[in-house]
Every structure is written in C-alpha cells, then in structure tokens.
C-alpha cells in the first residue's frame, strides 16, 4: 500500500533491545503488521550485545500506538523522542529545492529578495527537506520526549 506521509503521523522514538532479543527482526513486523514506515536516525549495539535505534515511525496514529504497544510486550523499552528541524543559514545557498517539498509550508520562496525563508513555527520536523537538501544546511534535531 503506498502511504500518505503528508497525512501521516511522524514519532520520533528510541528502542532499547536486551541482549536475549537484540537480534530479532521486531522491526520487520512495524512494516508488515502496522502498515508504517520508518526512518533510522540512529543504530549502534553494545559489546554487551544490547541493542540502540533511534526511529522516525510514520504512518497512522493508532498504528503507531499500537505498534508501540508491540515492541513494549516483546521487552523492548521505548522512550519518546522530539525531533526538531533547524536551518544552517551559513550554509543553506537558496536553491529552492526543499520548498516543493515542504508539506507544511514553512519553506517559501520570498517574492521580493528571492531567498528561501525558513518559517521554523510552521515545520512539522517531518525530515523531507533535511534528505533533499543538497548542502545539508537543514538539521535534524533529535531529544528525548513523551510518547
Ligand atoms: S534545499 Fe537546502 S540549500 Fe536549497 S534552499 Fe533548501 S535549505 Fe537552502
Ligand atoms: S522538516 Fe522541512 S519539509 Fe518538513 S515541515 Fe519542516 S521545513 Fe517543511
């Protein structure tokens, strides 16, 4: 099924794996049994074999829940995270590729000077211009949260 991801949820969260299930494909079952997507932000194991990922997991919210709800059973810890979205005005050079993409609008060509303004209330950190961008002037931010 192709998703919406203009309509869909965006949850940042961390995954702490045990050792006994760090090697199990949980994450398999995010796709497959709840319908979302996922972005990997951050994936490291420990020389004690315990298990760290950071996910951005998209797709409807009570999917998310309840996906969640999954990975909890299975003894995996979950902790909420915040993604924020920032841009590096030194490096950003006003190409414009990142406003069409922009969901929220809160990337816009302005009419008089030209420059792309970057409206950081309207961004909804959904990542889209940080994987365009090809100077990598915007940041993704990521802090712990709430679920
Ligand atoms: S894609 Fe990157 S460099 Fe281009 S306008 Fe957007 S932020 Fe600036
Ligand atoms: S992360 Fe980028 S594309 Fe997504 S809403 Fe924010 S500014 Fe727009």
């Known amino acids: 099924m192709v998703q919406d991801t203009r309509a869909a949820r965006h949850k940042a969260v961390q995954l702490t ?3 006994e299930i760090s090697c199990d494909p949980l994450v398999c079952h995010l796709v497959r049994d709840f319908d979302l997507t996922f972005n990997i932000l951050q994936a ?6 315990e298990g760290y990922l950071t996910l951005e997991l998209i ?12 990975l909890k059973d299975q003894g ?6 915040e ?19 922009c969901p929220a ?11 792309i303004v970057f409206a950081a209330e309207r961004c909804t950190a959904c990542g889209q211009c940080v994987r365009i961008c090809p100077v990598r002037a915007m940041l993704l931010d990521v802090e712990q949260g709430t679920l």
């Open 83 to 101: 993604q924020h979205v920032r841009r590096d005005d030194v490096l950003c050079m006003h190409c414009g590729a990142c406003t069409a993409l």
């Open 44 to 49: 490291q194991i420990t020389p004690r074999k």
């Open 17 to 19: 794996f045990p050792p």
């Open 105 to 115: 609008g809160a990337l816009r060509v302005d009419a008089d000077s030209r420059l």
């Open 59 to 70: 797709g409807a919210e009570d999917n998310v829940r309840n996906a969640v709800r999954y």
């Open 76 to 81: 995996v810890k979950v902790t909420g995270m």
